[in-house]
């Protein structure tokens, strides 16, 4: 009987974790843990890097696993971005429990991030069901403080991912900010600023250029694009007019001819001859009728070597065609070379010739290297 009150006065003194829906009493077996290593307390692996310091925070305060074992995502995040941030959380256990039991997490959130939207508590579910590193509730509340907070925090995970979507974002010409949400990849977003930064500069952009509907997708973005591609033009030169063929000045231009052509310039395949012509690296010639399409690829300031020559489908010129434009060239004025400068170093040290390795263009070299001599 001695023994019976003994052991019922030790169970009535224990506290219950979970009040009334189970009689299980463990604080005796917790607290006898040391609690350094996070694998005694797997409970606490959700506050990840924090595990082990939690841990003596509920030994340091009992009560406080109540709280922590049913805290949702959002209150979970928020005590540990506390612990990351707040100068408090480096004092001693005792006190550092104390805080947190008898703060709510949202208070303790707004304590460490002032600036940031009070809907960022609530999207804290949407982080995940671990507590992350430092530097990524840095990032979160200096995105949160800023311009795009609402688009952030309005759909999607808050995810590394996220974050460094945002930042891109961010930093990108403020034209992209209104299409932000149609691109939620990190890469899509630095694609567009570089697209827009080059359009930028060639003066091809318009400032409605990107106002699209916000339930368009990626597609009338891409529509939109093409547009502004098309305005781009081709350095001013002194190449001379060269009738009956003419000299290709736009990138609408090119596509043009190429749609007629059905060849790989009148889409995004072609999009290296497109940033050649724009570049002022080569010239695209065609005729009235577009029946063809040459490229002259500039060697030197005043130096040129006739590159691709091709009629409809891609198919390969007539000898007389060609022959007529060379000799056009030629009587314009133009110096021309059988060869660009990389085919040339490449000839000089190749047991093989241009013409054993070029295929169907070798006639296009031979007749330009005709021409030039």
Not at 18 to 23: D, E, L, N, T, Y
Not at 186 to 201: D, F, G
Not at 235 to 251: G, L, N, Q
Request: hydrophobic share 45%; net charge neutral.
């Amino acid at each position: 009987m001695a023994h019976r009150s003994a052991s019922n006065s030790s169970s009535t003194s224990a506290p219950e974790v979970f009040g009334r829906q189970i009689k299980n009493r463990v604080y005796a077996i917790v607290m006898s843990h040391p609690f350094c290593p996070s694998e005694r307390a797997p409970v606490f692996k959700v506050f990840g890097p924090h595990a082990s310091r939690v841990a003596l925070l509920v030994r340091a305060r009992p009560a406080l696993l109540r709280r922590l074992a049913f805290a949702p995502s959002r209150a979970v995040h928020a005590v540990g971005a506390w612990l990351h941030l707040s100068p408090d959380a480096d004092q001693n256990d005792d006190a550092v429990a104390a805080i947190v039991d008898e703060s709510n997490p949202r208070d303790l959130l707004r304590a460490i991030l002032p600036d940031t939207p009070r809907t960022l508590y609530k999207a804290l579910d949407r982080a995940g069901d671990q507590v992350l590193e430092q530097s990524f509730y840095r990032r979160l509340g200096k995105l949160c403080s800023g311009p795009l907070s609402g688009l952030l925090l309005s759909t999607g995970p808050l995810s590394e991912q996220r974050l460094e979507w945002a930042e891109r974002l961010l930093e990108a010409d403020p034209v992209i900010h209104s299409v932000g949400s149609m691109l939620p990849l990190p890469h899509q977003i630095e694609a567009l600023h570089v697209l827009v930064t080059c359009l930028r500069s060639h003066g091809a952009i318009r400032e409605d250029d990107l106002m699209v509907p916000m339930k368009a997708g990626p597609q009338a973005l891409l529509r939109r694009l093409h547009g502004a591609l098309d305005r781009l033009s081709a350095p001013a030169s002194d190449f001379p007019p060269i009738p009956p063929f003419r000299t290709i000045t736009t990138v609408g231009q090119l596509r043009a001819a190429g749609k007629v052509l059905n060849n790989c310039v009148k889409d995004t395949s072609g999009v290296e001859h497109w940033a050649a012509l724009a570049m002022g690296t080569a010239t695209y010639v065609t005729n009235d009728d577009i029946t063809m399409l040459a490229k002259l690829e500039k060697v030197a300031p005043d130096i040129w070597h006739v590159g691709e020559m091709r009629g409809r489908e891609n198919q390969r010129l007539t000898g007389e065609v060609k022959e007529f434009l060379i000799a056009t060239l030629r009587g314009a004025g133009l110096r021309l070379v059988s060869q660009g400068l990389a085919q040339s170093l490449w000839a000089l040290t190749s047991p093989m010739s241009l013409d054993d390795v070029e295929g169907d263009l070798d006639e296009d070299v031979a007749l330009a290297g005709v021409a030039a001599e």
